[in-house]
Each structure stands twice: as C-alpha cells, then as structure tokens.
C-alpha cells in the first residue's frame, strides 16, 4: 500500500485529477509506477517552459498544461523567453503566414496555461459553436456598432480584472502591405503594456521578446516595435510575409 507521502510526491497538481486518478493507484502498484515514471519525465519537458507570474490570467490545470506541452514538444517545439507579471496586456504575435500558426501558438498556450482573450464578431455566437468560441476565450462584439470597435474593447478590458488581448498584427495569412494599427489603439486608449511574440520556423521556436509601452506616436512607436523583431523570427511561408516586416527576418 503506498504511503501519503508517495503520493503527494506524484501528485503536485489541482484536487481533481489527485481525485479522479485515486482508485486505480490505491489499489494498483503497477499502475502508480508507470504513471510515476511518465509525469516525472514529462517534469523534465514540463521545465522548458516558462512558469507563468501570478498576475498573468491562467487557465487549465497542471494535467492539461503537461498534455499540450508535450503535444507541442514532440513536433520539435520550444518556447523561449519569459512571462511579464502583468495582469492586463495586449499581446501580439508575428508573422502570421500560415494555419499552422495557430496550430502551434495553440498548443503553446494551452501549455503554458494562458488565458488569451480573442474578440470575435457577435454573429459567431449565434450558431452550434457558441460553447466553442467560449471555451477559447473568444469576446462577441458589434463590429457595426457607432460605438467604435475599439471603444467597445476598451469597455470590455476594463470590465475584467485580469485579460490578455491576443492579436496578430499583420490581420491575415497573405502578404499585407502594412502592419495593422489596431493592436496598438486598443493598447493605447486602453492603457495596457504591449507583450511581444514571435515565431521562429528555422529554429521551431515561439518566442517573448518583451514589453513596450505605447507613447501616443504610432509610427514612431511602430518602428521601434519592428526593431524588436528584427532578426527574432522566420516564416512558415516568406513569400507571404508583411512589406514590413521582409527585411527583418533572419
């Protein structure tokens, strides 16, 4: 029969799994061995990743974290840098050339164990995928609304007291001629730092780079947040990189 200090040695993770995992290895040895052997090697790989500050909205447990960190481990992935204790930011994310963008920055999150915040028009909301959008962390709003896309966003942001924005800057998977602005109005009007990502496809790396503070001058501010990129990432797919930003990439 195990002792309490076995398993609470094994089982460092929220009540429900210790509940949901109890009966098999009160009564199984075997069974406490195996999964003793696979969390403390999955411990190792769990440590490649950051822990994420208390600030710093959070979502899952260490169960589902341990599940998507090796998903995404096991294509060669890493992750590299660390999180600002912030509670509030917008976080941004480039370039954006591809679906396996969201692939991999999905299974990243989900391992981490952030809690990114999408807005997404109010319509997707009405359909058979309502729980869905939800359960990502995707916001309605009224993008006809007189009101302002932004202002509603900001109304939003201040509603909660913990909310990451995720955006993609570029706004969409072909090549762009310029970088979209409205990170960085709702960062600004919001008053929220913003926290910079990058993907690297040569090294299989999703990246932090930092935190800028928005000064009010967008295109001076825009040019140093590019400088902060130059050289941090690779494409999926160049070709379909930003005008912006194809001089930056390694």
Known sequence: MLNITDKFDLFM??????????????FNENAYRIINSE??????NFKQFPNLPDQ???????????????????????FQGEFPNLAKAVAIIAPHTSNYDGWYGFLA????????????????????????FEWIGVIPVKRESAQGLTQQIVEKIKQQDKI???LAPEGTRKQASSIKSGFYHIAHAAQLPIVLFSFDYQEKTIRCLGVFTTTGDYEQDLSAILKIYQGQFSAKHPYNL???LQKLSK
């Open 109 to 132: 999150m989900l391992g981490l164990g952030l809690k990114l915040t999408i807005f997404g028009k109010d319509s997707l909301f009405n359909s058979p995928l309502k729980h869905l």
């Open 242 to 244: 930003s005008l912006p």
């Open 164 to 166: 990451w924005i995720g």
């Open 56 to 78: 710093v909205p959070q979502r899952g447990n260490l169960l589902s974290r341990l599940c998507f960190q090796q998903l995404y481990l096991a294509q060669g992935w890493r």
């Open 39 to 44: 969390v403390r090697k999955t411990m190792l």
């Open 13 to 26: 993770m929220n009540i429900n799994d210790y509940i949901y995992l109890w009966p098999m290895l009160r």
